[in-house]
């Protein structure tokens, strides 16, 4: 009876304490929908980092922009291309910027913001008026006033002249993709203007053509080497560098193999230089060793391993044309490389 007693309290006890408990109704859908949207534009507005959000590019801090789900690289270049005077005026100028490829672009341009610009009404005839003075130019020759009034910013006028006065020139107008600041959509809307002189301007010197320096790549050194037009130190200790790989120069073009040697350049320059090439100094294709042979900007690893294995196996060569009988060098490589061996 008393355990009977006892379980009849407890069940008494738990319908009172069931009955006092307020149970929460199910919400609606329409209260679902409303906790999504919040949450979205929670998400939209977000700026932590790993995410995109939205931005402009001319007032961004830098702290922020490091926020945003972009490579290095290329926001520390928007911060570079702000720094040297640029400006964004509409969300496609940012193609601008260095490394801003289209797949980055298009995923980024939806963030951009850049509040409208309520123009009055003269402004915009003042730039519409400006827009249509724009005056062809060449790029060799052109002042920064001509730079400037044919539609380049100061920003790509500055980095034009820069390129010019370290020795670079303009062939064609795809040349001027060349210059740090100016993209193919620029480039676009002022190719119609540019206008290169087929050939560039003789320098006179007291009514008298200016002779050519006849400077011979064999035996100059690095002063005589930089008084070329185009030429300063740096190219000048390259050159000495690779003359003394190959062994000498055979002829004017083997410039064009200097790293980094513009050929531009090497049309200004070509009828000032000449080669003597019975100063090529020659490999004896039967008594060089590997060191030697692979040192030589023509041969590659595998194919001095090939020559010394013939001759270990076959014995001394008789003619420079049994490397290529043999198969040991491409065609292409015995060409340039025969000036260079010797069977002596």
């Given at each position: 009876m008393l355990v009977l007693a006892a379980f009849i309290l407890?069940?008494?006890a738990a319908k009172l304490i069931v009955g006092s408990i307020e149970l929460k109704p199910d919400p609606g859908f329409s209260e679902i929908v409303k906790i999504l949207e919040d949450w979205e534009v929670?998400?939209?507005?977000?700026?932590?980092?790993?995410?995109l959000f939205r931005f402009n590019p001319n007032t961004i801090t830098e702290e922020t922009l490091d926020s945003l789900e972009l490579p290095a690289f290329v926001k520390r270049n928007?911060?570079?291309?702000?720094?040297?005077g640029g400006k964004f005026n509409a969300a496609n100028d940012v193609r601008r910027i260095y490394g801003m490829n289209d797949s980055i672009f298009s995923a980024l341009e939806n963030y951009i913001d850049l509040p409208a610009k309520n123009k009055p009404e003269a402004m915009e005839k003042k730039e519409q008026e400006i827009k249509l003075a724009q005056l062809p130019f060449d790029p060799n020759t052109a002042s920064e006033n001509e730079l400037l009034n044919a539609g380049l910013s100061a920003f790509q006028a500055s980095n034009l002249l820069k390129y010019r006065e370290n020795g670079g020139s303009f062939a064609c107008s795809e040349d001027l993709l060349k210059i740090y600041g100016i993209d193919s959509t620029f480039f676009s809307s002022v190719e119609g203007l540019i206008a290169i002189a087929e050939k560039p301007a003789k320098i006179f010197v007291d009514e008298k053509e200016t002779l050519p320096l006849l400077l011979d790549l064999n035996s100059a050194d690095t002063a005589e080497l930089q008084k070329l037009s185009g030429i300063g130190p740096a190219f000048a200790t390259r050159i000495l560098k690779y003359r003394e790989l190959l062994g000498g120069f055979c002829n004017k073009n083997q410039l064009l193999e200097v790293y980094g040697f513009p050929e531009e350049t090497f049309q200004v320059i070509k009828e000032d230089i000449l080669v003597d090439s019975l100063k090529v100094s020659k490999l004896r294709i039967n008594f060089v060793n590997y060191s030697d042979l692979l040192?030589?900007?023509?041969?590659?690893?595998?194919?001095?391993?090939?020559?010394?294995n013939y001759r270990d196996r076959k014995g001394p060569f008789s003619s420079n044309e049994q490397l290529l009988d043999a198969g040991l060098v491409d065609t292409a490589t015995f060409h340039v490389l025969r000036p260079y061996i010797t069977c002596r």
């Open positions: 407890v069940f008494i929670q998400t939209e507005n977000s700026s932590t980092p790993g995410r928007i911060l570079s291309y702000r720094a040297a040192r030589h900007p023509y041969l590659k690893k595998g194919q001095v391993e090939a020559i010394l």
